[in-house]
């Protein structure tokens, strides 16, 4: 390592930019039990590959362990039941966890709630644990943060305690359209958000689909630009102007917003790029293995053609290579170092043994995505209220009683944002979806009654002939990655 690096280094963990003050929350989050329903199953893929609770082989169970941001604390009572000689402290700032008469006792006298703010001094003694467990905390922790987290982390560890962390980079899922680029909603270039679409004029009225919302309109067949909450947008739209919607698959300025919102709170979206520097500062040893990269599933009107496989994407999971843990910077035989961006990828498959079931994973990465989504509106409202590529009426001046954030349909560029919502929702419900699936593993016929929405709207776009160049272009919906830590032998003297 140069002079250079090392001095930038030093910089890097001497100096934080930002402290936040004690009892400060700058998660964007908001927990529901969609999010818990999936936490659960990510819960159960990640211990199924493992074929046990942890990562890291431990000889024997661990004596006293914490469970830092435990959520309902599945995992914690899980612990306790499997290490019948083990002490679980569950941590969290929400006490979401299950009371202790529903628990059975041989589980609750060896389990405890603590409710507090990870990002403040973690309220247990100096070498309290010997395994300290924390997963997918990157949406609640700060890139500047993290120093000071794992510092406290090694703190409360025994001296050579394990610390296992689980995290994944910060994804939005979408795909660029896959149509050539054109002018914009009135002609004129879109900027950095330019809409891409057919070159030939598309009518106001070509995407309907039903909605159930209450304020629709009496045949309840809603334009997707101008759905129910969108309707003050387009009716004031002066009929002289040729109304040429953005096109409803470029998700493009979501995606500007939520990188935003994570600028905003110095949250790191390339999140397995950034630990290993802070690990390896912390710890005596931290090993990993290659990221599990998931990528994103195709739509309904593209079903995968088996005899043109995805490039750079492993048939079967076999989690004995997947979660083979190397020291970092270490090589494997003839893969490249693991700093250097190597990954495993998977793809659906009736026949693997042990299924990566990528549907899911988007539905989980989705779901979390809702949770940030009044955050999201108002890093779009901050990119967007002046913007000049969108129509001038959106960028007209809101009234001074609206206030940010308001669902009112008075609120202009509120309506164009759940418009882009919408849209985005109902592409991402079509990847989730295992209709097309059934109906051609199982042959089994389309369910009577009407489509759901998602449907509606995927028919309702024009066919796209795909450019060759776009059939090898993998997008992700996840990237996940597990790391094992090993504390020093000692913990080093205060001020020393």
């Not at 879109?190 to 004029?201: H, I, W």
């Not at 917003?257 to 390339?270: G, H, I, N, V």
């Not at 390896?280 to 043109?308: C, G, I, M, N």
């Not at 308001?406 to 990847?431: C, G, K, V």
Request: aromatic content about 8%; charged content about 25%; some cysteine.
């Amino acid at each position: 390592m140069s002079e250079v690096e090392i001095d930038v280094s030093e910089k890097l963990l001497s100096e934080r930019k930002h402290r936040r003050l004690r009892g400060e929350v700058i998660s964007p989050l908001k927990y529901s039990n969609d999010i818990v329903d999936f936490d659960h199953w990510d819960h159960m893929f990640i211990t199924n590959c493992c074929s046990r609770l942890t990562l890291h082989q431990f000889d024997g169970p661990p004596t006293t362990v914490l469970d830092l941001g435990c959520g309902r604390g599945l995992w914690a009572i899980e612990a306790a039941r499997r290490w019948q000689g083990s002490t679980v402290v569950g941590f969290d700032i929400e006490a979401l966890q299950p009371k202790w008469n529903i628990l059975e006792k041989s589980v609750s006298r060896r389990i405890r709630w603590v409710q507090g703010n990870v990002l403040d001094p973690l309220p247990f003694l100096t070498g309290q644990f010997d395994f300290v467990r924390m997963v997918r905390m990157g949406l609640h922790v700060p890139e500047d943060e993290w120093q000071y987290v794992l510092e406290e982390i090694a703190r409360v560890l025994q001296p050579g305690g394990v610390l296992e962390i689980i995290e994944e980079d910060l994804i939005f899922p979408c795909q660029e359209p896959e149509t050539q680029e054109t002018e914009s909603l009135y002609g004129g270039s879109s900027g950095r958000c330019s809409s891409k679409s057919s070159n030939t004029a598309i009518s106001g009225s070509y995407l309907k689909f039903d909605s159930s919302d209450k304020s629709s309109s009496k045949n309840n067949s809603t334009d997707v630009f101008a759905t129910a909450s969108n309707l003050s947008l387009s009716a004031t739209v002066h009929s002289s102007q040729i109304l040429q919607p953005p096109d409803p698959r470029d998700h493009s300025r979501l995606r500007l917003a939520w990188e935003e919102m994570l600028d905003t709170s110095f949250l790191a979206p390339k999140l397995l790029s950034v630990l290993p520097f802070y690990l390896s500062a912390s710890f005596e040893e931290v090993r990993s293995h290659l990221p599990l990269q998931v990528p994103l599933p195709q739509t309904s009107s593209k079903p995968r053609d088996p005899t043109h496989p995805l490039p750079h994407i492993q048939e079967t999971l076999d989690p004995n290579v997947i979660f083979e843990l190397r020291a970092l910077g270490g090589n494997t035989g003839d893969e490249a170092d693991y700093d250097d961006g190597a990954s495993i990828m998977t793809k659906t498959s009736f026949q693997r043994p042990l299924p990566s079931w990528p549907c899911m994973h988007l539905a989980r990465t989705v779901r979390t995505i809702a949770g940030c989504k009044e955050s999201i509106w108002k890093a779009y409202e901050r990119l967007f209220g002046d913007d000049p590529s969108l129509p001038p009426l959106v960028r007209s001046k809101r009234p001074k009683d609206i206030k940010s954030g308001s669902q009112s349909s008075t609120n202009p560029l509120r309506d164009y944002f759940e418009r882009d919502w919408i849209n985005w929702e109902n592409d991402m419900a079509d990847r989730t979806s295992v209709r097309s699936s059934m109906r051609s593993e199982l042959s089994w016929n389309e369910p009577s009654g009407k489509p759901p929405e998602w449907r509606l709207w995927r028919n309702a776009l024009p066919h796209v002939a795909l450019d060759p160049a776009e059939e090898d272009k993998v997008e992700l919906c996840r990237s996940l990655r597990g790391f094992v830590c090993l504390s020093p032998s000692r913990h080093p003297l205060k001020g020393g």
